[in-house]
């Protein structure tokens, strides 16, 4: 059998009674006379400004077209345009590679240290190019141009390199190719 004092009772008392809020509610806040408004919803979007095709051909050349500039790599981006590029696997060879082939490099692309992207960019300059590069793609910005290329293999961007060449106004990619270690090519 358990006694209760009076102190003890005051206790269990304060155990059981709600706790004071800790955050005031909107209640106790002042009232201003500023009007809290969102313009979510009320912006006209891509699509509203699209004119609106009157039959069936126009419907079908709309779609068209729509489905020619999503095709293009970095289409539609602010009527920038896609520039031209290439993408070549490098790989290093010695020697043993070349002459007397008894090194372990094969011709294919497994065999690759290096992915080289080439994307040329005439009229436009180094400082007007804004660079980005994560593991699975490249994305080349300028006033020019726009492109988000996705890549075939990962890289790792930390030991890629970049380099302009300002006299072919082509800006050259040397990705590391990020491959799991394997004893036949490596």
């Known amino acids: 059998m358990v006694e ?17 809020p800790e955050v005031y509610q909107g209640e ?3 009232v201003s006379n500023y009007e809290i408004t969102s313009s979510r ?23 068209d077209k729509e489905a020619e ?11 920038r345009k896609t ?16 002459f007397l082939q008894i090194g372990s490099k094969t011709p294919s692309s497994a065999s690759c240290e290096n992915l080289m992207i080439r994307i040329k ?31 075939p293999h990962a890289i790792n961007p930390d030991t890629s390199k970049a380099a302009w060449d300002s006299a072919n106004e082509t800006l050259v990619l040397t990705l590391k190719l990020d491959r799991e270690f394997d004893f036949i090519n490596f």
């Open 4 to 20: 209760f004092t009076p102190s003890s009772m005051e206790k269990l008392a304060e155990l059981l009674r709600p706790p004071e």
């Open 28 to 30: 106790h806040w002042n």
């Open 41 to 63: 919803g009320k912006m006209p979007t891509a699509d509203s400004t699209q004119k609106t095709p009157k039959n069936i051909e126009e419907f079908e050349e709309q779609q």
């Open 69 to 79: 500039e999503l095709s293009l790599v970095g289409g539609g981006i602010a009527n």
């Open 83 to 98: 520039p031209k590029y290439t993408i070549n696997y490098q790989q290093s060879v010695s020697a043993e590679d070349v």
């Open 121 to 151: 960019m005439p009229g436009d300059k180094k400082e007007n190019v804004d660079l980005s590069v994560d593991n699975t793609s490249v994305t080349v910005d300028s006033s020019q141009y726009h492109l988000k290329l996705p890549l």
